[in-house]
């Protein structure tokens, strides 16, 4: 990767605003981020759905669509102007990625949009104009499901979490909180938008989607998210949680949908908008960091994560992870954590 300053300038990102989805069988997809987790649907038709929170005040928050394999589409992002079309397109020339420049309207609600296959080795999409659907945030009659309001943060499964943070920083994304030891850090959260992350990295094989985190304004709509899954004998779809997180005190649930791509119902985490915001640095021995509780982590939560697809549709090989395992090291109350190095 050429050095930062070898590169044109990195397009303005304002926040991460939408992920794409591709499901094996559309109804189910449907009943479950529509029906149960509670979705707006802005459009649809017989092969994918626009969907948004109530807060969402541009079209979609969420594509998901029909495909012969469940996998995660592009990542979008918002940019601050059209000029940062231009920008984007040129930073990842400058990276030797691939990039395409869509006509408004390709992605639905959206104007132009430059897509492109990041040295990550996932899809992401820019865009800089959008179409503005009705404004839903006080219809509290039509909130349904876990009350979602709007796309909070992409999980990505990366081999290697020093690489991607440094890529993120590249793009101008800050440090909100890490979980490491002295020789390694095994995650990572950095943030655009002024809260605690827009993209958070999972040590593990990548790249892989590990989940879309969706927030919500009240910690009732995470446990009234469980109650419904339980009134109908659909608990088997909540995977970890509910409970308070340490890095980002965000109170939590994660869902996996009928495809076994993972969802995050997420609410209370801080503001990190003044310009020395410091860093909060876990030690990967805590056994509060992940759950602040030190409620286990369930094994399926650091093993699964969604294949992601390229500019061809075609799912991208995983490259296994390229460093110390989390789950080797650390207390998450399923694996003996080796003992604290003496202090
Ligand atoms: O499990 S962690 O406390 O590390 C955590 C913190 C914030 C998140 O959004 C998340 O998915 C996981
Ligand atoms: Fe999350």
Redesign the pocket.
């Known amino acids: 990767m050429p050095a930062d300053s070898a590169l044109p300038p990195a397009p303005d990102i304002v926040r991460s605003a939408y992920g794409t989805l591709v499901v094996t069988d559309l109804a189910e997809a449907r009943h479950f981020w529509v029906d149960l987790v509670g979705f707006v649907v802005t459009e649809e038709d017989s092969s994918a759905l626009y969907l948004r929170g109530y807060d969402e005040l541009t079209h979609h928050n969420l594509i998901v669509r029909a495909g012969p394999v469940a996998a995660a589409g592009a990542l979008g992002f918002r940019v601050r102007s059209d000029s940062d079309l231009a920008r984007a397109e040129a930073y990842y020339a400058a990276l030797g990625c691939r990039t395409q420049r869509l006509p408004a309207a390709t992605v639905r609600g959206l104007g132009e949009v430059v897509r492109v296959e990041d040295p990550l080795g996932f899809l992401v999409e820019f865009f800089a104009s959008a179409a503005h659907p009705e404004r839903l945030q006080q219809r509290y009659d039509l909130r349904r499901g876990a009350e979602v309001a709007r796309l909070?943060?992409f999980?990505i499964s990366v081999p290697d979490v020093p690489k991607a943070q440094a890529y993120y920083a590249g793009l101008g994304f800050g440090l909100s909180?890490t979980?490491e030891d002295e020789q390694t850090v095994y995650?990572a959260?950095m943030y655009r938008k002024q809260t605690?992350?827009d993209v958070?990295f999972t040590g593990g094989g990548g790249p892989r989607l590990?989940?879309l985190?969706f927030f919500a304004h009240e910690a009732h709509s995470v446990l009234r998210m469980c109650d419904i899954l339980g009134s109908l004998s659909l608990e088997s779809h909540i995977e970890r949680g509910p409970g308070r997180?340490?890095?980002?005190n965000?109170f939590?649930v994660?869902l996996r949908d009928p495809d076994g791509h993972r969802m995050?119902v997420?609410t209370s985490?801080y503001y990190t908008g003044d310009p020395d915001h410091p860093v909060l640095r876990?030690s990967v021995h805590d056994p509060r960091?992940?759950?602040?509780w030190a409620n286990p982590?369930v094994p399926s939560w650091y093993s699964d994560a969604s294949v992601v697809l390229d500019l061809d549709e075609a799912v991208r090989p995983v490259t296994e992870l390229a460093q110390t395992a989390e789950v080797t090291v650390g207390a998450d109350g399923f694996t003996a954590p080796s003992p604290a190095p003496p202090e």
Do not use: P
């Open positions: 909070d943060h999980n909180e979980i995650a959260w605690v992350h958070a590990h989940h985190g997180h340490g890095v980002s965000a939590y994660y995050e997420y985490d876990w960091r992940r759950d602040f982590v």
